[in-house]
């Protein structure tokens, strides 16, 4: 992946069969399969929304449907839920399971056309919901993601891997491969995350039709806008994730045994209803010995593969070197005589008519907008890349070369509500012990110890 800014690519999915997928054609494919769906309150609250809060519901895609088209009277599994106060997600569906007797719908998603040669539904999620549903902010630690956007629209808050101290990460509620903001970013509480105010937001409607492409680390709070919405990912798998794979072993095995210790009975306060495995202390240790076992036996192929290319490569490098100079004296002669604004549009990267960049906003978080249960195209994307929303670019307010003051802060204005708070809990430990940034410096020493 060259790519290192989110992107929005057109007309790439006009030609898939997935592409008519709503949700009244999945109510008929999986007619009377039940699936769970995540309730969730319309308000907006300066706390997060964590899935550790919400109400749960199992029910076919049909009852959805009727739950939210007939606010009145509505009877059976979302009887206990207003319709005007609730919103339902039926998120992080893995197709192998959803479509497990109906294998050859795999084949409707054709993420292949992305350079990804045979990857396919089977490597997907589905998701499906209502007006206000939305996932809080957090960046996935392993990969980076492509979303097709098939029915209704998404509003897309989107902020850089380089903000992360801004962002007040959490690992509570637990969930493998989630770091969680503290941070309601549609309404937050700058009195207790002042810092979240030098966060560089870029906000983006995601259209039927459109694939946005998130790229690894890059935190993302989405929400639902229209009545219905219907989306498909696919996470894809990076070189970094081996390592990534160690840090959250190492999350795991300390959040686990100091959460546990404190209330051994109430894992459900701080474990998020994903996370179904054993989280006994003996499976967290295979778990991370699996982990770094991975990482090497990974080392040493990669080793014999590059190895291997060196050998067949080797005679073409030399041909390559004594062509470098010529190529750069043609592209310095050529760049000179073209017009100045080809020469811009050639120096903003692989973007184009139907390559869009995601670019930083300057537009207020919905909640200060007047509510984000508004059904708007402030924020769309056109076909000719304009945006329909206040939208510019800024330079980096604070150079990674200072993270360790903006760390300290961070750590001091994660108080601030207390001038005298002396009261240190497990969470504001474990803040400090599985911040991304600690986990990361620990799996290197546990792999160099290794590999000694």
Same mark, same amino acid.
């Given at each position: ?6 992107a929005?690519f057109?007309?790439m999915v006009?030609d898939w ?9 999945l109510?008929?494919?999986l ?9 969730g309150?319309?308000?907006t ?5 964590f ?13 959805f449907?009727?739950w939210?088209?007939?606010h009145?009277?509505?009877s ?7 319709h005007?106060?609730?919103w339902a ?6 197709f192998?399971?959803?479509f ?8 409707d ?7 990804? @040669? ?5 490597e997907?999620?589905?998701w ?10 957090? %960046?996935?630690?392993?990969g980076?993601?492509?979303?097709f ?12 891997p380089e ?10 509620p637990?969930e ?11 309404? @937050? ?10 966060a560089?937001?870029?906000v983006?409607t ?14 993302h ?5 229209d ?20 840090? #959250? ?11 546990s210790?404190?209330?051994p ?34 080392s040493?192929?990669?080793k ?24 750069? #004296? ?23 008519p /139907?390559? %869009? ?5 300057s537009?207020? @978080? @919905?909640?200060?907008?007047?509510g984000?249960f ?13 945006h ?8 980096r ?11 300290v802060?961070q750590?001091?204005s994660n108080h ?11 969470? /504001?430990?474990l ?22």
């Amino acid at each position: 992946m060259s790519l290192h800014q989110p992107a929005i690519f057109c007309n790439m999915v006009f030609d898939w069969p997935a592409r008519h997928w709503t949700a009244k054609h999945l109510s008929e494919v999986l007619h009377g399969k039940q699936i769970r769906f995540r309730m969730g309150m319309k308000s907006t609250d300066t706390v997060p929304q964590f899935e550790t809060t919400c109400g749960y519901v199992e029910a076919t895609i049909e009852e959805f449907l009727a739950w939210n088209c007939d606010h009145s009277g509505i009877s059976g599994p979302f009887r206990d839920y207003d319709h005007s106060e609730f919103w339902a997600y039926a998120d992080y569906k893995y197709f192998v399971r959803l479509f497990e007797d109906k294998t050859d719908i795999f084949q409707d998603v054709i993420w292949s056309d992305f350079g990804f @040669p045979g990857r396919n539904g089977r490597e997907s999620t589905l998701w499906i919901g209502s007006l206000g549903a939305h996932t809080p902010c957090h %960046l996935d630690s392993y990969g980076c993601n492509l979303v097709f956007q098939v029915q209704g629209r998404k509003r897309w808050h989107l902020f850089p891997p380089e903000d992360t101290r801004f962002l007040y990460p959490t690992r509570i509620p637990y969930e493998e491969s989630s770091v969680f903001s503290k941070v309601s970013v549609v309404n @937050p509480d700058l009195k207790r995350f002042p810092q979240f105010q030098k966060a560089r937001r870029h906000v983006v409607t995601l259209s039927p039709g459109q694939v946005l492409f998130v790229p690894r680390h890059w935190w993302h709070y989405v929400e639902c806008i229209d009545p219905v919405t219907v989306s498909i990912n696919s996470w894809i798998e990076l070189e970094e994730d081996h390592q990534a794979r160690v840090e #959250e072993a190492i999350t795991r095995m300390l959040v686990c045994a100091l959460k546990s210790a404190e209330d051994p009975h109430n894992t459900r306060a701080w474990l998020n209803p994903t996370e179904v495995e054993e989280t006994s202390h003996e499976v967290n240790c295979r778990y991370l010995n699996g982990a770094i076992s991975a990482f090497f036996d990974h080392s040493r192929t990669s080793k014999v593969v590059e190895t291997q290319e060196l050998k067949t490569n080797g005679e073409d490098m030399k041909k390559n070197e004594l062509n470098v100079h010529h190529l750069m #004296e043609v592209e310095q002669t050529g760049s000179q005589n073209l017009p100045l604004e080809t020469v811009k549009q050639e120096a903003a990267g692989p973007f184009g008519p /139907d390559l %869009l960049p995601v670019l930083p906003s300057s537009e207020k @978080p @919905p909640s200060e907008r007047g509510g984000i249960f508004e059904n708007d195209d402030k924020d769309c994307v056109g076909k000719g890349g304009e945006h329909f929303g206040k939208l510019h670019c800024t330079k980096r307010q604070r150079r990674m070369s200072k993270s360790e003051n903006a760390t300290v802060g961070q750590i001091a204005s994660n108080h601030a509500t207390a001038h005298c708070q002396t009261f240190i809990s497990t969470d /504001d430990v474990l803040d400090c012990v599985v911040n991304p940034q600690v986990t990361k410096i620990v799996a290197q020493l546990l792999i160099q110890g290794r590999s000694l």
